[in-house]
């Protein structure tokens, strides 16, 4: 028989190793406290949070994604809750403080489970087999939308952003994303592509009212004239578009000239500005009525410009640019000498450079077929403003996610309320261990009604109890009126989400709840660093 030896030390002294039932259970705690955090930001009557970043900056908001960008978080799992929150604005746009709430309620119904001993792979098949059916029962409840119909798109988008600041001007937000989107919108070989982020750009000005903002049906951008007697006003311009410098190009490394006398010295300037004048030459041949480029454009380029009567716009950013490409119909250039006719934008209604406050802007505007645009907004102060752009962000989001994939489902906790009906009776079928975990992702579901309920001040058992028995009696529709925490037939109370945010919701939190249930081992540890910087062996 073996004698019993010293313990073996796999791991450094400075690492630190947490595992089984204790990591499970730390997880869980702090999805809830994530969760708990930005409950009271759901509903109508959600409440904001100021935010101070390190330098003293202010946020405030109630959007869950901006509310977890802001914070630091130690925790593992609360780190990848807040991942979550960006997963889903990246995807949808809408719902993040959805998706927060709900992974916390999936992984605290599961803690009972772990204290149990029941294996954590027993309740993620659950969960998984809950999921599947979830998708399926939502497609059953969906109900499609015409997205020609610009009255229900207005309604839908309205659901969204009555929870937020942008709320007052609900009709001024929806056109603003409505008209956005349709002009974005591009066919390609029979697939639809609406790219917000890179061709719907939202410029903030201050000052004005908010009633002041509005879709451009082409681009505004942050700039003036290069010279000062350029033209500021064109009606149906032609244009080009740059992406090379208008000067004498420097040389790339050192570069040295050996000058033998002085005659050199002149002909080295003489080729310099022949190169400027042949670079304008090719410009002015199509005779174009403005210039933008990416890059400088020096005082001779100017000068030949200006005396030809075209207008020059330098250092546009390349997002800038392509925005303006699409707008106008033109193609952006690498070098002057491959210029064509088919090069030029002919579509700009009207070029003008106004001055707004105490900057000069550029507008393209009245384009004939643009597919960029920007949303001018205006408004009292900066802070306001940012709130009203991540809002408008989620309008837009909204209108996108109905365009690709046009269903509908009840809003007001009636979806997730039918949902847990339909898993309530499948839980029923389910056999073995697996039946407890199933059913507990069900009532996990009631969390969201619970939360609309509660932040509008009223006593959530009650409702509740009350919206359990009008889905016991087939009513799919019946949810919460998160303004006065009243039961109401959605139909009627006409509050639609899109069902794209919804299942993306549904797949990200029960994903990451499977995820952190998972993990049974926690190894942290710091590797010691020498004098200069480098991690010792």
Known sequence: MAGRGAPVLVLKDSTKRESGRKVQIGNIHAAKMISDLVRTCLGPCSMLKMLMDPMGGIVMTNDGNAILREIQVQHPAGKSMIEISRTQDEEVGDGTTTVIILAGAMLAAAERFIEENIHPTVIISAYRQALDDMKTVAEQISQPVDVNDRKQMVNVIKSCIGTKLINQWSDLACAIALDAVDIVAVEQNGRQEIDIKRYARVEKVPGGSLDESRVLRGVMLNKDVTHAKMRRRIKNPRIVLLDCSLEYKKGESQTSLELVNEADFTRILQLEEEYVQKQCADIIALKPDLVFTEKGISDLAQHYLLKNNITAIRRLRKTDNNRVARAVGATIVNRTD????????????????????????????????????????????????????????????????????????????AFEMALQQA???????????????????????????????????????????????????????????????????????????????????????????????????????????????????
Not at 344 to 357: A, H, P, Y
Not at 388 to 401: G, Y
Not at 438 to 445: D, I, P, S
């Open 338 to 413: 491959e210029l064509k006719e088919e090069d030029v934008g002919t579509g700009c209604g009207i070029f003008e450079v106004r001055l707004i406050g105490d900057d000069y802007f550029t507008f393209l505007e009245e384009c004939t077929h643009p597919k960029a645009c920007t949303i001018l907004l205006r408004g009292a102060s900066k802070d306001v403003l940012k709130e009203i752009e991540r809002n408008l962000q989620d309008a837009l989001h909204v209108a996108r996610s109905i365009r690709l994939k046009p269903s509908l489902v009840p809003g007001g906790g």
């Open 423 to 537: 898993l309530s009776e499948k839980a029923k079928a389910v056999s073995g261990l697996q039946q407890r975990p199933y059913q507990a992702v069900a009532e996990a579901l009631e969390i969201i009604p619970a939360t609309l309920i509660s932040n509008s001040g009223k006593k959530a058992l009650r409702v509740l109890t009350e919206l359990r028995a009008k889905h016991a009696n087939g009513g799919t529709t019946w949810g919460v009126n998160g303004e006065t925490g009243a039961l109401v037939d959605m139909k009627q109370y006409g509050i639609w989400d899109p069902l794209a945010v919804k299942i993306q919701a549904l797949k990200t939190a029960l994903e990451t709840a499977i995820l952190l249930l998972r993990i049974d081992d926690v190894v942290s540890g710091t590797k010691k660093t020498t004098a200069d910087g480098a991690p010792s062996a």
